[in-house]
């Protein structure tokens, strides 16, 4: 069902575009990467974080490249000039997130979704910044928002210290801090769909409920709330389930405004990790945006 709603939100912005504009917007397909980030800063054709830059990862595919070590709102610039390059003027953005990159557009989208933009020409320098085009308009034009694994309802392992406390992003990414850092009901009306793996490890015994080894179900599948809480797949008996869509979970907690699951990992397959090469979770991200964001 989803997905149906994702074509039509598709074919509305492609036809305002072209009313407003004249023409028929070109789209991308923007990667926003989490934790250890390992591609070039400011380059974005480098998806070394991701896998094979071949592969097929939806129409025009960027590599959104930020550090993946320093805090949110200190590296958030570098996700704005990737929006302000692709997503603006008659252009339009699909967006793939990964883990912290789930924080990163969040943060993005409610802090300074409705903030003027310069229109840019899509053709960036060598740190990552387009040139003017022309024009202004109030935020990015987006379509969706697809999530994997995605970490911005944090992490017990950085709770616990199970990740270096040296590293400072890990101070965003415990729950507490990453669930207070913005308001994820603001979403500018942009839907993000979740994606959720649970083929946890040997540290799920930190996590509650069902995890991918990294990020617990109450963060991957945008339940909403202060602090994290156990949900699981519908064969554990003894968690409250994490519903598929929009519906509330069990147990009564509600997903964040414009946030469904689109996909849980009920056969316990798919961990946090892209082994190089779109695994884990991404994989199921991977193939939506080749279908989807065209």
Known sequence: MFHLFKNRLKLVAVALACIA???????????INGRNGAGVVGNYADFTYWGPAGTAAGVNKKSVNWDGYNRVSTENYRIRDALDCYCTGTNWCYIAAHSAGN????????????????????????????????????????????????AAGGSELADLGS?????????DLKT?????????NQTRAKWF??????????????????????????????????????????????????????AVNEGGRAKWSNHSVAFRDDAQALDHYT?????GI?????????????
């Not at 003017?132 to 697809?146: A, E, F, L, P, R």
């Not at 991404?282 to 065209?294: E, G, I, L, P, Q």
């Open 163 to 171: 990740w270096a406390v040296s590293d400072p992003l890990s101070s």
């Open 21 to 31: 504009g004249g023409v028929y917007a070109t789209n991308y397909s923007l990667w």
């Open 103 to 150: 924080l990163q557009i969040g943060y993005a989208l409610s802090m300074f979704g409705g903030s003027t933009r310069s229109n840019k020409n899509a053709s960036p320098n060598s740190s990552g910044v387009c040139g003017d085009s022309g024009g202004t308009q109030t935020g990015w034009n987006i379509k969706w928002v697809d999530v994997a694994g995605g």
């Open 176 to 184: 507490a801090t990453a669930r207070a850092l913005y308001d994820h």
């Open 282 to 294: 991404v994989s199921k991200v991977r193939a939506d945006m080749a279908t989807y964001a065209n």
């Open 193 to 246: 769909y979740m994606f959720a793996g649970s083929k946890g490890a040997v540290q799920s015994g930190l996590m509650p409920g069902q995890d991918d080894a990294a990020v617990a179900y109450h963060s991957s599948g945008g339940v909403s709330g202060s602090a994290g809480a156990g949900f699981c797949n519908p064969a554990d008996w003894w968690c409250n389930d994490l519903t598929l869509g929009t």
């Open 275 to 279: 082994a190089g090469n779109w695994a």
